[in-house]
Each structure stands twice: as C-alpha cells, then as structure tokens.
C-alpha cells in the first residue's frame, strides 16, 4: 500500500494549464472589414460593440460573444445586406475558423480537469451486476435510458435519479428475489409437443369452409338477387361483400394449394402467402418466467433458393400482421426429407399481457396472441406488406403464390429450466443450508454476507444491518417463512446508495490526511486562473480499483478473486493489474465491455432510426441488420482476443461473420456462429469501411448519404470531428424533387460559404463510398427514382463517381484508394480511439486535460504494434485510472 | 410464531400511522368533500421534437391580429380558429444544439450557465405551475414522455426539470399511467396503511447507508449523492400525499382501460385522452407530455428516420414533414375537443379554466428561431384566435411568464425571460 502512494507522488506532473482558445490573428482582416465598421466604439449598430472582443477566449462572456458573432454569419443576417459582402471563399475560411474556435473554447472552458463525477449504476450495469448477483436476468425495460447520441452511458455526471427510479429498483429487486428464492419444492418442468400440421390445417380448413366459401356464396346469391340489401346475405355492406369475392379470389387457390401437397399430412409448410405464413406456439399463462427451450423439426424444400432456407423465430405479438420481435434465425441445412432439430434458449419474461384468443368471427378461425406466443416464419421483411406483394406476382405465374421453401414437423417448448434447485444464488444467500436454525442471529448473518457481496466491499455498517434485520423480524412476525420474509430486507439492499452507486473516496491513507484536515495527499493546483478549480486527487483503494476495473472491462461487478485482491492491495502492484486486466479481457464477460463500448462508440443508435424500403432492400431484412450489427462486435472482439492492431478496423484481410452475412455478401462460409473468414485482396470487405452496418448508417433507408457517411469517418475513424451541425443555417433544397444522383444533389454545398465550411471536408469521404448502396451493398450504378409504395414513378440511372480529395489534398479515383488513404491515418485513428476509451472508462467526457495522457497511451501501445489489450493495459496502468 | 399475526399487525401499525396527521387528514377531507365553488386552473405542456414544416406550418407574417389565415399545417385545427393563438417570433437565445427540440423549451436555461461545466439546466414553468396547483391533488404534476432516441428531444426524461434543475422522469406507458391514476386498490385499509408504513421504514433504511456513503465525498458527488437524498423526499411526500388519499377512494375513470401496445398516433391520441381524465377527475392539475415523433411517422407508414424528415426538401420528405404536421394538429384538435365537451361546477367547460401550450424548440431543420409555438384555452387569461408576430427573438420565457401570471403565479421573471406579452392578455 505504501509503495502504491509513493508511486503517486512520484509520478505527479503538474497539471496543465487552464487552456487559453485563441482566434486566429489571419482572420482580423476579415472581422475589421465585415465586422467593426458598423459594430465599432463609435455608436455601435444594434448596441452591439465588437471592437474590444478579444480574440482570446478565456472566458465564458467571451464565448457567448462570439457565438453570437458566429449565429449572425451561419443565419446569413451579417453582414446586412446593403453593406459590403465578403467572397465566399474568405467568407467560408473565417467561418472554419471561427467554429472551430468555438469548440475549442467548449471544450476548453468545460474542461473540469479530469473531476470524475460519481456515477450510478446505468442501466446496462445494473442488469449485469444483478446478474451475477443473483443468476437471474432482470427486465429492466421500465428504467429510463441511460447515456445519448455522442455520449457513453458511464457519464456520472449524466446519470441522474429520480424517485420513480428509486422505486423501481425495489421492485426490480423484488422480481429477482421471487425468482432465486425457493420458498417451495422445485416448480415443475413442463414439454408441450405439437405437430405443426394439427393446427395449420384445421385453420386452413375451418378458413376455407367458413370465410372464403361462404363469402363467396353470399357474393353470388347478392349479385343474383337484383338489389336485395347484402345484409339479406349475412355481409354487412357493399364493399365488404365486393372485398370477400376479391378475397376468395385471392386466397382460394393457394389454399387449396397447401392442403393438397403431401407434406402437409405430416408437418406444416411455412408460407409467403397468408396460407401458413407462421408456425407458432404459445406458452401458458401460469408457466413462471425463466429459463426455457424450444424445438423445432425443420426442413427445407427441394427445388427452391438456398438463400431463403434461414427460419427466423420471434414473439408474434398482438397480431399476425405486426411486425414480429425477432430472437432468432438460423440456417436450415437439412432437406425436408431428413429434417433437423433446432434449439433455441430463451429467457420467458413475467407475464404483464393475459394470454388472448381472438376469434375470427365468421371465419371461426383461432389466432393465440400474446407475449408469449412465439413463431417460427420463413426470414423475410418484418412486414407483411412485403410478403403479400411477393404473393401476388408469383400468384400470376404459379396460380397460387410462392413455391414454399421450409417444412417444420413439430415444435416442442419445455421448461423451467434450472441447473439446480434451490438455485445457486439461493444457496450462496442462504449460505448454512437447509438445516441451520432460522433465527434472527442467522438472518443478520445472512444480510451481512449479502450486502458485502452487493456493496463490492465496501463496509456494512451495523446501524444499517438494525434496520434490515428489523425488516426481517417484521415481515416474520407477520406470519412469513424465514426465506420469504429475507426477500424485503434483501432487496432493500439493492436499492441502496452503496449498492447503487460507485462511490470512490480513495485508499485509506488518502482519507485519513483528509479527515485530519490536513495537507492533501497529491493536490494539483492550476498554476494562476481559476479552472479549473484547484483540487486534491487521491489514489483510489484496492477494491475501488478492483471496482472500476471490472466495471470498465466487464460492465459488471468484480468476482471473488479479484475483489479479494484489491482488498489486500496487491492488485495495485503493476505485475498483478496487468495479469488481472488480462484475465479480465480473456472471460467471456468482457464481450460487455465490446459491445457497450463499440455501439456507443460508433453510433450505432443510428441503425435503429429509420426502416429500410423492403422493396428496394428486401435482402437487408432485420436478421440481417441485426447480423450486420453483429459483425461489426465481433470484429472488435476478435481484434481484442486475438491481438491484430487497432487498425485492422481501417483495413482488413479478413472478416467475422456468420452464414447469414456470407449469404448477404456473397462470401463462401458456412456457421451460425460469428467466425473468421480471410478476404482475398481487392474485395471491398475487411474493415468498418466495407461493413453493412456501417454504410447502411450512412443512409436513410432509402438511399446512401455522402453527407452521414463522410461525417461518421471523420468522427470516427479520422479523429477531426466537424463542429456539431450548427443551428440556423439556411438550407438548401431547390435540387430536390428531380432524379439527381446523390453526388449531384451535393453540389449546391459548395456554392454557400456557410455550408462549403464544413462540406468541403466532410461531401467527399462519402463520394467515395457511394460504390455501396444504402444497405451496404455493392452497386456500379445509382438508381435515382420517385416512387410511391411499390409503383416506381420515373427513375434514372447514374453511373457512380467514387473520386474525391480529401481536405489535405490526397486525392482518391474510388473506394480503395480512399480505404488506402484512411488506413494511413493510423495514428489519428488510434488516438480517436484512445480518447473514447478514455472517457468510457473513467466516465466523463473527454477533456483537453487527457491530451497528454492520450498521446503517453498511444507510445506506449505504439511499441506493440497497436493492439487493443495494450491500449487497455497502459489506460488501466495510467494514473488517471487509478485516482480519483 | 405459526399464528398468523397479519391483520393484528395491520390494525397496530394503521393506529400509528393515523395519530400523526390526523389533524391534516380531517382537513383535507373537507376539501376533498366539497368541490370547490370556482374550478380550479389546469395548465398542459405538449412538445413535439422536431420542428415542423417551415413552408407550410406558419401563419402568413402579414397577416395578424384576429385577421389571421390557418395555414395547411394547422388546417386540422379551423374548427377552434377562434380558440387558439400562434405566437412567433421567439426564442430560448441560450439554446444552440439543433437536435434539441425540448431541453430547454420550458426552462429558458442556459446551457454553459455554470462555469466549468458543459451542461446546465433550470426549473421549467410546468414545475414552477406545479408547485402553486398542485398541492391539492393526488398528484402534484403528472409527467407523460415517449422513450425513444429519435425524436429530437435532446437530454432530459421528460419535458420537466425540477427546481435544482434535474431532469424528472415521464411515465411512457398508457396502460401504466391509466392505473397510476385510476385503478382502484384492492388492497383493504388498514393494508395500505401498513404498506405505507412499509415504505417509510424502507426509506430510513436506505437513508441509514447513504448517510454512511456520503462521509469523505467531494463535493461533485456529494452532489450526486443528493440525487438519491432528494428522491428520497420526494417519495415522502407522496407518501405523505398518500396517506392524506388514503381514505379517498380513486375517482372512477371516465375512460376503459387502454389496450396495451398502442404506437405513434393511436398512442398519442390514447395519451391526450388520459390528459382530459386526468384533468376532468382533477387528480393533476399541471400535465406535460413529450409526444413520440419516431413512432407517429411509423404508424402514418412513413418510413423515413425522423429526423432525416426534418431536413425536408420538396418532393417525398417534405410530403412527409406536412403529414407529420397535420397528424399532429389533428391530434391536437381532438384534445381540444375533449377539453371542450367536459362540463365543469360552473356550468363552463374544462377547456376554459385549462392553458394549454403546443410546440417545439426546433422551428424546422435546424433554426431554433421563431419556435413554433399555438397556445390555447381560458386557464390564463391567454388573449385567443389571434397570431401575433412578436419582435424577432423575443424570449419564449416571456410566453411562460406570462401564462404563469395569468394563471395566478407570483413571479417576477422565467428563465432568461425579459418581461410579459402584453399582447397576450386578454
């Protein structure tokens, strides 16, 4: 411990000076002759005096002034019109300075000097630290969201509480409790087995009979009977009875179709048309939530495109018609003659929606709806708007529809399913077994266990022990068992600040000098100015290192070893950090850490905005965007666990994908799971570059935006934000409307110098990525068209211009050598990199304070080859990260 | 210990809760009994984030006064022309993020306000309404928000921001906030009360270790910490709200149940239902809703990200963005109906003793100028069926000062706010 706090001091470097921003002394001119003719001492215009604004921005005054200025020329209202106006170019050039400026003194006068604000658990945190708490997955959907766009949930200063929340936890708690806590014999495992073929073809039958033949009937005895009100024929209205011939019409043949295949007397065929579009399966109302697993014999259809033999399982939902929440798809490899058991793991939520039966009423046809209803469908579109359009092209060529690609023979579900009964974290809770005696001294003992396990170490107070066991006595006293009356005091716990927060107030020599009232131990005090503040920063203890470690690699709290570690001090040994971080970034608990920093790293909230045109991309269906998602996690975990530098994101000889994304590009690979498949050179794959997620961000659904495109690589890839889009700057639109390529339609950027500022460097990137669709695939052409739904009005083709220069000059012909020119920038990529680490890790935002820590982080893992690990390694081995 | 003890321990621990704010209870059930003679003022809140259609949404400028034309983005609304007025011109100057359409909408705050630090907010009006109407319903203000990240709301949970300048968090659920207002308790008395009681303890348990957790906090978590102090209050005050209702059954709900699942326009329209319930029960008084956009173009089979909507240009985006618009103003104009058509001990209707504003921070794209902004009903004295054109960036602080005044507030000053609209009051 000693040595740790020597190391501290030793190590101490002055803190930077608070940074001043400065305008560029080029840019005067520029402001004397548009700016301080008519804003000058001498009766300033508008009482609006710029002559004694000075060019260097210490302070927020100063700031607002200036934002001022900037808001005047973006609106185009400076200069008035009358008066003399700047060219464009110079125009354009001081406001590239100026915003830039702008963010610089942001970000300079927000600089806290690296205060980490203690932070609550976000969301994400919580469900894994209850997890492995209590082995139970809570659903936390009702707790607000945690963290936005540009931002990492690990923001405490961001990470407010509310009542509502305060209370939530409680009954969260209590959730998890009911479900660990065995107050009874083991529930019961059930298995439900249904043949597919039982219900499709009642359905089918009962539909024929009732709805199609009996509207049909009406609809001839009606047009028979000159006039008669339809009401006469049991059809409440004219278009209805029109609507039931244009349905029997419609769905007759393919009926008949699907009851006269032989494949349907033994099993169920998954359809396109309204046939049989689903098999589903329901679970019980009174089945408790858990864990459970579901079957399924499925085989795929001779004769028919391998690339539709994937079954996508999901929650119906309220309607046949909704779009189903998806959990699954899979590659079916067997034919229907040899069928394959599939299993899926689900987790069955609580029920908060009864289980409804909707009966059709004329068609006598029962439809389960619910969220526990799950169904296995051929993967397509999430709508069946898509389907029916399919249906009714081929029915013109088939007489029926779609020649059916899967066959399943029965679906089974069984459950709850537990490793042991009582649960594990039962046992842990009520750590003597079933023979201790239950008595108050036990349920003390009992809590103490549990809330140290729950406050990750830190000190359980006797007075607040009281309190609990008081709980514990009432709820006994009042007639409950010994387990079941340990369920309120236990989730008492986990509503508690020391459960819910990550309180760090440093290593205990640290709080000892402070409670003294003496001399800090390491004060860092800004040499003049006044920010930032002067303040002390304390090495922080053992387990709150072990602490913040875990919740920076694993999202969750720290396990036995390493939380026993921290306590003895060892773990601020460098040798024993370094093997704990890697034992860390080894488990499979670290794909946390991926996947909470990778999304918010690389925005990908974006790919939830919008919905993509299933007529135009209908191969980029939810599977695949939710694979495309995938990839781009499992890139990053494979950069992590097997060593490729950073960079390998720029560029890449190989792809993680699994057959889903094979088949969407074309690849040669079989495996549902994500794996590595190496890329001949000179194909576009390998890289964030060619990755579907990422181009499909890059567009609205409907077409590729050069604009998001080339805003995301200078963001993401590049490290040279653009300043955040400015508030009211006109926009330009008179190009839209005509069947103008994408590239064309930018053109107009260059022609104002408010756009041009930032366009100029941000357009071309994303010319150069214009060879991808906006579903990430490749294309020669652009296709510009105005359509409506699935009539396509008028379109154009365009040949694509991939060419462009990047704002220092290099010039690119396409797609590679734009990759080539970005892979170049290694060390800006790394830095970008770097600095988010930063910031996700100590939770805060980035601040100019980190430059030197970020610039120490990137020598260090310059000296091996830029990987992931050594990165993490020397953020972890940095005194930031080991201070508070 | 096998005797059950359940409803003697009931019985003991409703004793001890009912000795303490006996004296309040009887008051207050004075009050509950008898409606008050004049019916008390209601004020609603509604944001949509994104903006609207610039071309189309806005009152011809020359035009104004009670000659005034309804533009095709507020068409849905002709029927209550004579009811609303459209305000333009202002502004929250502070504001500059232009995906922000409600952060500082209600606040008027300014967002580098404290030195240091990169995000500052203040109390909003709804707030400072509630804390002069709401002491007298079950629930002092009642928060109604849409979960999603794209809807151009920028930071907060809902439109509400406390006194300390938190955010405060929104109910998104109908069917949740249908049972947080009506459902009946099953539970007997003497439960309640003992459940009551319950939290309390709960509460003095948790404050036992957060006492313990703040020893040795800087003060930026000391800060924090008081987060979790001040929910902690908050839920005594509920509680003790609570415990003043206890007695005083839920009020029978002029609405059925809503049917779980409801998105976009049918979620919307389910939600200003409850508002008028909500009101017309005068269970709250104060009512803020941060409508869904994402999830409203959804449900109109528009498939574009809402905010790529919003950098509409003509052609199928901007066909869109007014489709967006006229959903929304119909939607409006069915609120506006139901206020109407509830009567009220006066013989007048909800709508006359209700201010409610409608808008935006976001005008259109990115301006954050002119916010669009149509306020309506009797509640504040609010002078309507007219448009007035404000001078350009007018502190839209001014609007909220001058609906609190007109709603009984005694306030000086809103945010950044510079003074009252005189052309505002009737």
């Not at chain 1, 002067?534 to 922080?540: C, D, H, I, Q, T």
């Not at chain 2, 249908?178 to 509460?203: G, N």
Request: hydrophobic share 40%; aromatic share 8%; glycine share 8%.
């Amino acid at each position: 411990m000693k040595s740790a706090a020597i190391l501290f001091l030793t190590v101490t470097t002055a803190i930077a000076a608070p940074h001043e921003t400065r305008m560029d002394e080029s840019q005067r001119v520029f402001f004397k002759n548009y700016c301080l003719k008519c804003h000058g001492a001498e009766k300033p215009k508008a009482d609006v005096r710029l002559d004694d604004l000075s060019f260097t921005i210490a302070d927020i005054p100063t700031a607002e002034r200036w934002q001022k200025v900037l808001n005047a020329l973006n609106s185009g209202d400076m200069p008035p019109e009358d008066e003399k106006q700047p060219r464009a170019a110079e125009k354009a050039k001081f406001l590239q300075h100026l915003s830039g400026t702008m963010v610089a003194a942001r970000k300079a006068l927000g600089d806290t000097g690296g205060v980490i604000t203690m932070r609550r658990l976000n969301k994400r945190e919580y469900e894994n630290t209850i997890e492995d708490l209590l082995g139970v997955k809570v659903d936390a959907k009702e707790l607000p969201n945690d963290g936005s766009s540009g931002t990492f949930d690990t923001f405490g200063k961001s990470l407010f509480l509310s009542s509502d929340q305060l209370e939530q936890y409680l009954t969260l708690a209590r959730r998890a409790l009911d479900q660990v806590i065995a107050t009874g014999p083991r529930p019961k495992t059930l298995k439900a087995h249904i043949e597919a073929e039982d219900e499709a073809n009642l359905r089918i039958t009962h539909i024929m009979r009732f709805y199609q033949m009996g509207g049909y009937r009406a609809y001839k005895q009606w047009k028979a009977s000159n006039g008669r009100p339809t009401t006469d024929f049991g059809i409440v209205d004219e278009s209805e009875i029109k609507f039931r011939l244009y349905v029997w019409e419609r769905n007759t043949a393919p009926m008949i179709d699907y009851l006269t295949r032989p494949e349907t007397k033994t099993g169920a065929l998954l359809t396109i048309q309204d046939s049989n579009p689903q098999v589903g399966l329901a679970i019980p109302d009174e089945m408790p939530p858990g864990r459970y697993r579901l079957r399924a014999r499925i085989g795929a259809m001779p004769n028919t495109e391998a690339s539709r033999h994937f079954v996508e399982l999901g929650v119906r939902g309220r309607s046949m018609e909704d779009a189903m929440n998806l959990i699954a798809c899979r590659k079916v490899n067997a034919p229907q003659s040899k069928p394959e058991v599939m299993e899926f793991d689900i987790t069955l939520p609580r029920l908060t929606v009864p289980l409804s039966v909707e009966i059709g009423p004329e068609t006598k046809k029962q439809l389960i709806l619910g969220e526990r209803v799950f169904a296995f469908r051929e993967r397509m579109p999430n709508n069946r708007e898509h389907a029916a359009q399919l249906a009714r092209v081929a029915h013109e060529q088939t007489g029926f529809g779609v020649e059916p690609a899967l066959w399943i023979d029965w679906v089974e579900w069984e459950g709850p399913l537990f490793d042991a009964w009582p649960t594990a974290a039962h046992s842990r809770i009520f750590f003597k077994g079933e023979t201790a005696a239950r008595d108050d001294a036990y349920a003390r003992e009992i809590l103490a266990r549990f809330a140290a396990a729950a406050f990750r170490g830190k000190e359980v107070k006797p007075s607040y022990l009281d309190k609990l066991v008081a709980h514990f006595r009432e709820k006994r006293d009042e007639g409950e068992s010994f387990e079941q009356a340990m369920k309120e005091p236990l989730s008492i716990v986990l509503a508690s600040p020391s459960f819910l927060y990550l309180n760090e107030i440093g290593s205990a020599a640290g709080r000892e000098t402070k409670a003294a009232g003496d001399v800090k131990p390491v004060s860092f005090t800004a040499p003049g100015g006044d920010a930032p503040p002067s303040r002390s920063r304390v090495p922080l203890s053992g387990t709150e290192l072990a602490t913040r470690l875990s919740y920076f690699l694993w999202s969750g709290p720290p396990d036995d070893g390493l939380l026993s570690l921290g306590k003895s001090g060892e773990l601020t040994q460098p040798a024993v950090l370094h093997a704990q971080t890697r034992r860390l970034l080894a488990s499979p608990k670290a794909w946390r850490f991926i996947t909470g920093f990778t999304h918010q790293w690389l925005g990908m909230e974006r790919l939830d905005f919008f919905q993509f045109n299933s007529r135009l991309y209908p191969g980029f269906d939810d599977s695949v965007k939710r694979a495309a998602r995938d990839e781009v996690l499992h890139t990053m975990h494979t950069i992590l666990t097997e060593n490729h530098p950073v960079t390998s994101l720029l560029k890449a000889d190989f792809v993680v994908i699994n057959d889903l994304l094979a088949d969407y590009y074309g690849l040669k690979s079989e495996g549902r799971d994500f794996h590595k498949v190496l890329v001949p050179p000179g194909t576009p794959r390998g890289g964030l570059l060619g990755m579907a997620a990422v181009l499909a961000m890059g567009s609205d659904g409907e077409r590729s935006s050069p604009v998001e495109r080339g805003a995301w690589v200078l963001r993401k890839l590049l490290h040279d934000p653009p300043p955040p889009a400015p508030p009211n700057v006109p926009q330009l639109s008179r190009h839209s409307g005509k069947l103008l390529s994408a590239r064309e339609l930018l053109t107009a950027h260059m022609e104002e110098p408010q756009c041009a500022q930032c366009h100029q460097r941000i357009d071309p990137i994303g010319y150069g990525l214009e060879h991808f669709n906006a579903a990430g695939l490749w294309r020669d052409v652009e296709v510009a068209e105005i359509a409506s739904g699935y009539s396509v009005r008028k379109s154009k083709e365009h040949p694509i211009d991939a060419s462009g220069t990047l704002s220092d000059g290099t010039k690119f012909d396409g797609f590679f050598q734009l990759r080539d020119a970005i892979a170049k920038r290694e060390k800006a990529f790394a830095l970008g990199l770097i600095e988010n680490l930063v910031s996700y890790a100590l939770g805060r935002p980035s601040q100019l304070s980190d430059d030197d820590l970020c610039a120490d982080i990137l020598l260090q893992a310059r000296k091996d080859k830029l990987t992931l690990p050594t990165i993490i390694h020397a953020l972890v081995g940095s005194r930031e990260f080991q201070s508070k | 210990m096998n005797t059950p003890l359940t409803r003697r321990h009931f019985l003991r621990s409703a004793s001890a809760v009912l000795a303490l704010p006996a004296l309040e209870s009887l008051d207050f059930r004075a009050f509950a009994a008898t409606k008050p003679a004049t019916p008390p003022k209601r004020m609603i809140f509604l944001n949509f984030g994104w903006g609207v259609t610039n071309e189309t949404w806005f009152p011809n400028v020359k035009k104004t006064g009670a000659d005034w034309e309804l533009p095709p983005g507020l068409a849905p609304l002709a029927r209550h022309k004579k009811d609303i007025t459209v305000v333009q011109g202002c502004s929250n100057k502070f504001a500059d993020m232009p995906h922000w359409g409600s952060t500082f909408w209600l606040t008027g705050a300014n967002r580098f306000g404290e030195p240091g630090q990169s995000f500052h907010n203040s109390i909003s009006a709804d707030q400072v309404a509630a804390a002069h109407l709401g002491g007298d319903t079950r629930h002092t203000s009642l928060q109604l928000n849409a979960p999603n990240a794209d809807d151009g709301h920028g930071p907060g949970l809902s439109l509400a921001w406390d006194q300390r300048g938190k955010p405060m968090a929104g109910l998104e659920n109908p069917v949740l906030v249908f049972h947080r207002l009506f459902s009946d308790e099953t539970m007997p008395l003497a439960q309640r009360q003992a459940m009551l009681a319950e939290k309390r303890s709960i509460l003095d348990a948790v404050t036992v270790n957060a006492k313990r957790v703040q020893r040795g906090l800087t003060k930026t978590d000391t800060d924090k910490l008081d987060e979790y102090f001040q929910s902690i209050r908050d839920i005594e005050v509920r509680l003790g709200k609570d415990e003043r209702w206890l007695t005083v059954p839920k009020v029978k709900p002029p609405i059925a149940e809503p049917k779980p699942g409801l998105a976009g326009r049918e979620e919307i329209k389910l939600m200003y239902d409850l508002i008028a319930a909500a009101l017309q029960t005068d269970t709250t008084r104060v009512i803020t809703y941060r409508q869904p956009v994402s999830t409203l173009l959804r449900s109109l089979e528009l498939k574009f990200a809402a905010h790529d909507i919003s950098h509409y240009g003509p052609g199928e985006r901007m066909e869109a963005s007014q489709k967006r618009d006229a959903a929304q103003s119909e939607l409006l104009a069915g609120l506006i109906d139901k206020l109407k058509a509830i009567r009220e001990s006066d013989g007048r209707s909800l709508f006359d003793h209700t201010a409610l504003a409608y808008g935006s921070n976001i005008r259109t794209i990115h301006y954050l100028d002119n916010c669009p902004t149509v306020l309506t009903g009797g509640g504040a004295g609010i002078k309507r069926g007219q448009h007035l054109v404000l001078s350009k960036d007018t502190p839209l602080a001014n609007v909220w000062l001058t609906m609190l005044r007109g709603i009984g507030v005694n306030t000086e000053r809103h945010g950044d706010s510079s003074g009252l609209v005189k052309e505002l009051i009737a």
